[in-house]
């Protein structure tokens, strides 16, 4: 069973875990080096009101995570965020990213967020269905801009714009 929630500094290690294993055997992310768990607590407090993060456990574990981070520190962007979602690969295929994504958007939407804005790399056709089951439309393409495990990679971005 699947159930999402807000997530909280307890979770911290679990949140990092997923992240590390993305860092380290994929493209989803361009960090190519680990993150510790106080890089990760200063990341998960810098998130206020208009930038939650969630978790999903499966079974009583976290299986994955979700966050809509500050777009830009600019005060015009204080509507816009970036979002970010991560299940672990054991439990890739379950139905979590997808009960992540619904939830991170309502979630957005409640915040009073205007937009969110999706990076997500050349190759990743899963990821792109997924933000366009939702809303998302695609609206450019940074060319090679991201070069990681010795490849040179384009990023998509998608947008979601809420009706408010």
């Given at each position: 069973m699947i159930y999402i929630r807000k997530a909280t500094i307890d979770d911290i290690q679990d949140?990092?875990?997923i992240y590390n294993e993305a860092i380290l055997k994929t493209v989803a992310t361009f960090d190519t080096e680990k993150k510790s768990i106080d890089e990760q607590?200063?990341?998960f407090e810098s998130h206020g009101s208009n930038n939650p993060i969630i978790v999903a456990e499966y079974n009583?574990?976290?299986a994955g995570w979700a966050s809509l981070s500050l777009w830009s520190d600019r005060c015009a962007y204080s509507e816009t965020a970036e979002i970010s979602l991560y299940v672990k690969e054991k439990y890739q295929k379950k139905g979590i990213g997808k009960k992540l994504m619904q939830e991170i958007?309502?979630?957005g939407e409640k915040s009073g967020l205007h937009t969110i804005i999706a990076r997500i790399t050349s190759g990743n056709e899963v990821s792109v269905?997924?933000?366009k089951s939702v809303g998302f439309e695609h609206i450019g393409?940074?060319?090679e801009c991201g070069y990681?495990?010795?490849e040179r990679f384009d990023v998509y971005l998608m947008q979601l714009i809420y009706d408010n």
């Open positions: 949140i990092t875990s607590k200063t990341w009583g574990t976290i958007v309502k979630e269905n997924l933000h393409v940074m060319k990681k495990f010795g």
